[in-house]
């Protein structure tokens, strides 16, 4: 077989290894050496500079929702073509199923921070962060917090499992919020990571200078970084703990994010019996996290708690199941679970496995492997294998030890806040789950023990069939977790991209942070319009453009009438004596839902024009009583507008109900899509 060279792709030139310093990638499955990735012809500094001065400014010349069309558009190539990837991850040890988790997880993550792009963030370059704060007495001087793109480069060390999922999560939020990446993926899998960075290049989708990749050693890169750059790490804690204490990156405040190794646990709830819908459930989720990667996956479940009557009934579930699993060739599609990354990855894993005997029993350990379709000993097979802990009070490896394969130890709890405290003498972990009915269980767990977790997972007979798994990390929702985990963030939605954005408070007139923000705030300039806003295209209109529609008087009749038609008879509305009765009412008041509608039917133009609908209004404030006799009249703003396809947008429009005495009643935001 030919050695492949594995290339690094630096200031717009694909970099092959050179002789003298190139390091050996070998098949899991065969044990061969299959390629070779070294890195000592880079030049970091050019690196950084093309990342810079090429990448930087073109994806801060798009806006938000341009960068989230290109992840979609980039998400869609990967997609079409992700069947080469799923050939070149047998090499890795990884199953098809594994592959799914790496490759197609990597792409529905970016879907997804395409779609959330598109759909939370504004068609800007600048991100509003919170609500306008009032500074002054009069409103002349206010406050508003922005997040801009950081003016550097997300450098991004990988670890080994997941070399796919591991670039593409942190590369969507990465160029969602402008900022060019250089990916530093594991050496033991960065052929895969090589691979599927061809791909996004040759698309054409990414402009130049927005990813480039180091397959190798990153030499000096780290001395040469910025305030505006952030290393993104995820590995072992040994790692993080050598590349975050280096000088150079404390001194000049580098961001760096850790996402290190994690002792992941699951508890088994009090509530539950073996003939409940909730055993079978936690066996299943063991199983599968022990087994999938062959449990080389940062949140694979490492301890196991279950109530002393449930230990042995536990056990004898879990050790037939992991029995019954199909261990060989990875391409082979009845093979369950598929070789460790590497020999020397074994070695370690049976290394700590053999320290953690000290304090537990290992379960069937004489049962041996049988490898399906591979040389056992060529490649680096280990059968999974359950520990026994009998008293987790008085034992430290198991509580401190990260044996990345397919190993768990399972140990005995007596009450809930004992489970909690198991499960927080992890140190700090990516995610925490507990199985139970009974809602009560999951809270006690959840409040008892959330400060140690990044995720805590609840499943029962209720979600089980559309929940996602234990060790799912899903970009909508946070993953990263205190302590030992690193002490990171990543994903979670917009926050993810917030990691890549510099956040900063600005200060001044209405005006200033008007014109900053790109959305119009009260007391900003308004523009008086001539024709209707509600003739104007989604184009046409302008923040700030207001319509001030005549004035309504509210009769008693009217709030009876609305009264009797809606059956809102509220006191407050219908009995005098009653409503003088509530301290902030003078007597009966108009119907706030009234105030409403006679506001839409103050500032709406009925003909079919470019307002296509209402979708909602929010920010809804009544500030004032209004009595039949006072008036009302509304000031109608256009605020905020949002492109949402090629042919309409929203606008948000501020709605300020005044009286007659021109002190507000009530302010609304109004949402409507306007057609281009
Ligand atoms: P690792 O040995 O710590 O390596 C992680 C990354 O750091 C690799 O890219 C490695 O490159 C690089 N690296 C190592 N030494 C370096 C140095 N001196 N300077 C610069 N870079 C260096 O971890 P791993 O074995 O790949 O991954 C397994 C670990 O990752 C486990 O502990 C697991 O729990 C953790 N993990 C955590 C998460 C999470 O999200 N929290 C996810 C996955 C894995 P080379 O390969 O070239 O040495």
Avoid at 386 to 393: K, L
Avoid at 467 to 472: A, D, I, K, L, N
Avoid at 492 to 508: P, S, W
Avoid at 619 to 640: C, E, M, W, Y
Wanted: proline letters at 5%; a negative charge.
């Amino acid at each position: 077989m030919s050695v492949h060279d594995v290339a690094s792709f630096a200031a717009g030139k694909w970099v092959h290894p050179t002789n003298d310093a190139a390091r050996s990638i070998e098949s899991a499955v065969t044990g061969e050496v299959i390629a070779r990735a070294g890195s000592n012809a880079l030049d970091y500094q050019a690196m950084l500079d093309y990342a810079k001065m090429v990448g930087g400014p073109a994806l801060r010349d798009m806006t938000f929702h341009d960068r989230a069309r290109m992840l979609k558009a980039v998400a869609t190539h990967l997609n079409n073509n992700r069947s080469a990837l799923y050939e070149l991850a047998y090499t890795t040890g990884a199953t098809l199923s594994d592959s799914k988790i790496d490759i197609d997880g990597g792409i529905g993550t970016m879907f997804v921070y395409a779609s959330k792009g598109r759909r939370e963030l504004p068609d800007s370059t600048t991100y509003l962060d919170g609500d306008l704060e009032q500074l002054s007495r009069n409103g002349t001087f206010v406050g508003q917090h922005i997040c801009t793109p950081k003016l550097g480069v997300g450098v991004q060390i990988n670890a080994f499992n997941f070399p796919v999922w591991g670039m593409l999560e942190k590369l969507a939020p990465t160029l969602l919020a402008g900022v060019p990446s250089i990916v530093k993926p594991a050496t033991a899998t960065c052929h895969m990571t090589e691979a599927c960075v061809r791909l996004m290049l040759d698309s054409g989708l990414l402009p130049e200078g927005a990813l480039q990749l180091i397959t190798g050693g990153i030499g000096d890169l780290l001395e040469r970084l910025t305030a505006q750059d952030v290393v993104n790490f995820t590995g072992s804690a040994q790692t993080a703990l050598l590349l975050k204490s280096n000088q150079h990156l404390l001194k000049h405040a580098v961001s760096f994010i850790a996402e290190q190794d994690s002792l992941n646990s699951s508890v088994l709830g009090p509530d539950v019996s073996i003939d409940t819908p909730e055993f079978k459930l936690f066996i299943d989720e063991v199983v599968r996290e022990m087994t999938t990667k062959a449990g080389q996956k940062c949140t694979a479940i490492r301890r196991i708690m279950a109530p002393e009557h449930l230990v042995q009934p536990a056990i004898d579930a879990i050790e037939a199941r992991l029995d019954a699993i199909r261990i060989g060739d990875p391409a082979d599609k009845d093979t369950q679970m598929g070789p460790l990354v590497s020999q020397s990855q074994r070695d370690d894993v049976m290394t700590i496995a053999a320290q953690l005997e000290d304090e537990s029993r290992a379960i069937g350990a004489n049962n041996g492997l049988t490898v399906h379709g591979a040389d056992s000993t060529a490649g680096a097979f280990l059968a999974p294998m359950i520990y026994h802990c009998a008293d987790p009070d008085n034992a430290q490896h198991i509580h401190q030890l990260e044996a990345f394969g397919p190993i768990s130890t399972i140990m005995p709890y007596r009450d809930l806040d004992h489970a909690c405290n198991l499960l927080n003498r992890g140190g700090g972990s990516l995610v925490a789950s507990v199985i139970t009915h009974d809602p009560q269980v999951a809270r006690q767990v959840a409040v008892g023990s959330a400060a140690w977790h990044g995720r805590i997972y609840v499943n029962d007979r209720v979600s089980m069939n559309e929940s996602t798994v234990h060790g799912s990390p899903l970009p909508h929702m946070l993953h990263g977790g205190p302590g030992r985990a690193g002490g990171g963030e990543e994903l979670g939605g917009i926050r993810g991209v917030m990691h890549y954005m510099q956040r900063t408070a600005v200060q001044g007139s209405p005006d200033m942070i008007s014109a900053i923000g790109e959305t119009w705030v009260p007391n900003s300039a308004q523009t008086s319009v001539e024709a209707h806003p509600f003739t104007k295209t989604f184009h046409e209109l302008k923040l700030g453009e207001t319509l001030v529609t005549d004035s309504r008087e509210i009769s008693i009749e009217d709030i009876e009438t609305f009264a009797h038609f809606t059956g809102d008879t509220f006191y407050a509305h219908m009995d005098e004596e009653a409503a003088k009765a509530i301290p902030f009412f003078p007597g009966r008041v108009a119907h706030g839902y009234l105030l409403l509608s006679f506001a839409a039917g103050l500032f709406v133009q009925p003909d079919p024009g470019p307002v296509l609908a209402n979708t909602g209004l929010s920010d809804l404030n009544f500030q004032k009583p209004v009595s039949a006799g006072d008036s009302i009249r509304v000031h109608l703003t256009v605020k905020r507008k949002t492109p949402r396809n090629e042919d309409y947008g929203e606008v948000r429009w501020n709605v300020e109900l005044t009286n007659q005495d021109n002190e507000t009643v009530a302010t609304l935001i109004l949402h409507t899509i306007n057609a281009f």
